[in-house]
């Protein structure tokens, strides 16, 4: 009911955050149901380490789950300096990176990380736009989707370059007629970025130097349409992305080397 966020381990489980339905599902590689745990309100990203914990945001806390559903360790949201509103577990840094606006970075028991700031500060993005959503490539570098406050969801957007140190490298920037209402990022090992688009319906997908080589779906309610693609992530293969489509209460695979042909 509404899935909001869509994550996959080394072995190819799915792991889904069902907002509506305040739990996380679990799916085998093959797609079949596994199980169900927690009674947590709205859940809406996960995301997952090298390990295979899962991460959660809720409304009210930041989760981590042993790969069978065990609560690992608790982070209350806290204060609205201190909201988690998007999250990536990065598996090469070992860091969670925490999106409101700006971006935090913790270490996988949730403490915030010690940084230098006499010296340039890591992963620094112009105060006049807001970080969206966060991915990190197979090197560790980070790319993260900012958006114009002033403007909002409809606004123009810019990918921001890090490389694992937090040292900036580029930054891409995009019409509304490229990326429109973009709402999640997932990187494959090629570097290739795969980003939801709530606002046309569909998923583009950019190489590393930032050209935007194709994308998929469309408006509606068959098979590869979307209503509202909100979560997004790529199998360890790099062979099928799954897409969290919200307004449709589904999950849906895509074979990545099929699509861009």
């Given at each position: 009911?509404?899935?909001?966020?869509?994550?996959?381990?080394?072995s190819g489980n799915l792991y889904v955050a069902d907002t509506r339905n305040n739990r996380i599902c679990k799916f085998n590689a093959n797609?079949?149901?596994?199980?169900a745990w927690g009674k947590y309100p709205l859940p809406t990203t996960c995301s997952i380490d090298d390990e295979n914990n899962i991460y959660?945001?809720?409304?009210?806390?930041?989760?981590?789950?042993?790969?069978?559903?065990?609560?690992?360790?608790?982070?209350?949201?806290?204060?609205?300096?201190?909201?988690?509103?998007?999250?990536?577990?990065?598996?090469?840094?070992?860091?969670?990176?925490?999106?409101?606006?700006?971006?935090?970075?913790?270490?996988?028991?949730?403490?915030?990380?010690?940084?230098?700031?006499?010296?340039?500060?890591?992963?620094?993005?112009?105060?006049?736009?807001?970080?969206?959503?966060?991915?990190?490539?197979?090197?560790?570098?980070?790319?993260?989707?900012?958006?114009?406050?002033?403007?909002?969801?409809?606004?123009?957007?810019?990918?921001?370059?890090?490389?694992?140190?937090?040292?900036?490298?580029?930054?891409?920037?995009?019409?509304?007629?490229?990326?429109?209402?973009?709402?999640?990022?997932?990187?494959?090992?090629?570097?290739?970025?795969?980003?939801?688009?709530?606002?046309?319906?569909?998923?583009?997908?950019?190489?590393?130097?930032?050209?935007?080589?194709?994308?998929?779906?469309?408006?509606?309610?068959?098979?590869?349409?979307?209503?509202?693609?909100?979560?997004?992530?790529?199998?360890?293969?790099?062979?099928?992305?799954?897409?969290?489509?919200?307004?449709?209460?589904?999950?849906?695979?895509?074979?990545?080397?099929?699509?861009?042909?």
């Amino acid at each position: 009911n509404r899935p909001s966020g869509v994550t996959v381990d080394n072995s190819g489980n799915l792991y889904v955050a069902d907002t509506r339905n305040n739990r996380i599902c679990k799916f085998n590689a093959n797609g079949q149901y596994v199980k169900a745990w927690g009674k947590y309100p709205l859940p809406t990203t996960c995301s997952i380490d090298d390990e295979n914990n899962i991460y959660v945001l809720d409304a009210q806390n930041i989760r981590k789950f042993s790969p069978n559903g065990d609560l690992l360790l608790l982070r209350p949201r806290g204060t609205e300096n201190n909201t988690f509103d998007n999250i990536h577990v990065g598996k090469v840094t070992g860091q969670i990176f925490k999106a409101k606006c700006w971006m935090h970075v913790f270490d996988h028991n949730f403490n915030i990380k010690n940084i230098d700031y006499s010296k340039v500060k890591p992963y620094s993005i112009p105060a006049a736009y807001c970080v969206w959503c966060i991915a990190e490539d197979s090197q560790g570098s980070l790319s993260c989707i900012a958006l114009l406050k002033k403007e909002g969801k409809g606004a123009n957007a810019a990918i921001y370059k890090f490389n694992r140190d937090g040292a900036y490298i580029n930054k891409l920037e995009f019409s509304t007629k490229d990326l429109n209402g973009p709402e999640a990022i997932a990187i494959d090992g090629q570097g290739n970025m795969y980003i939801c688009c709530t606002g046309s319906y569909s998923v583009a997908i950019i190489d590393a130097s930032g050209i935007i080589i194709s994308s998929f779906g469309s408006k509606g309610m068959k098979d590869g349409q979307f209503l509202q693609p909100k979560g997004i992530c790529v199998d360890p293969e790099g062979k099928n992305v799954f897409v969290a489509d919200s307004g449709n209460n589904r999950i849906a695979k895509w074979a990545l080397q099929e699509r861009q042909k």
